[in-house]
């Protein structure tokens, strides 16, 4: 299981991974089982929680990739707790920050991927850094991709 990755590398994978198909017991079959999935800035976790609660309630959608939480790392551990049903892949933008001392400021950033636990079987994390989550669900290679605003300083660093 790989953990970090650069975004060429993502790339190159996603592009090795096209010709796939298949369902997801790994079978081929005509009759592929299909995948709901939602993207949603959550603003914050104590204010998009709420939200993903209520479309999980409503919808139960079998992924989730979900941008802009504010978790540091060391509260990542909330996703598991508030979406019990699901598996969270995901890192903090905070990281540096934390590390570096003592924090000031608003919280910024953050992405994750929620897998329902009934797919865990089909699904490994292929890379995670602090604004892109990739996994595989199956035959099906997600990316879950945060795009900062002009206004971020280091936008082209990694863009």
Same mark, same amino acid.
């Given at each position: 299981?790989?953990?970090?990755?650069?975004?060429?590398?993502?790339?190159?994978?996603?592009?090795?991974?096209?010709?796939?198909?298949? &369902? !997801?017991?790994? @079978?081929?079959? /005509? =009759?592929?089982?299909? *995948?709901?999935?939602?993207?949603?800035?959550?603003?914050?976790?104590?204010?998009?929680?709420?939200?993903?609660? &209520? !479309?999980?309630? @409503?919808?139960? /959608? =079998?992924?989730?990739? *979900?941008?802009?939480?504010?978790?540091?790392?060391?509260?990542?551990?909330?996703?598991?707790?508030?979406?019990?049903?699901?598996?969270?892949?995901?890192? /903090?933008?905070?990281?540096?920050?934390?590390?570096?001392?003592?924090?000031?400021?608003?919280?910024?950033?953050?992405?994750?991927?929620?897998?329902?636990?009934?797919?865990?079987?089909?699904?490994?994390?292929?890379?995670?850094?602090?604004?892109?989550?990739?996994?595989?669900?199956?035959?099906?290679?997600?990316?879950?991709?945060?795009?900062?605003?002009?206004?971020?300083?280091?936008?082209?660093?990694?863009?």
């Amino acid at each position: 299981m790989r953990q970090s990755c650069t975004a060429a590398m993502a790339c190159q994978l996603a592009t090795s991974l096209c010709n796939v198909s298949g &369902d !997801l017991s790994g @079978e081929t079959s /005509s =009759d592929n089982a299909s *995948l709901s999935v939602v993207s949603y800035n959550m603003h914050g976790f104590n204010q998009g929680s709420h939200t993903v609660r &209520d !479309l999980i309630n @409503e919808f139960g /959608s =079998d992924i989730f990739l *979900l941008q802009e939480h504010w978790l540091t790392p060391a509260n990542l551990g909330r996703f598991d707790v508030e979406f019990p049903r699901y598996i969270c892949f995901g890192s /903090s933008a905070m990281r540096s920050c934390v590390e570096s001392g003592v924090l000031y400021g608003r919280p910024f950033g953050g992405v994750s991927v929620l897998v329902n636990k009934r797919l865990q079987q089909y699904t490994e994390i292929v890379c995670c850094s602090d604004r892109y989550v990739a996994v595989i669900v199956g035959n099906v290679l997600i990316f879950n991709i945060y795009f900062p605003c002009v206004g971020t300083p280091d936008r082209q660093e990694y863009y």
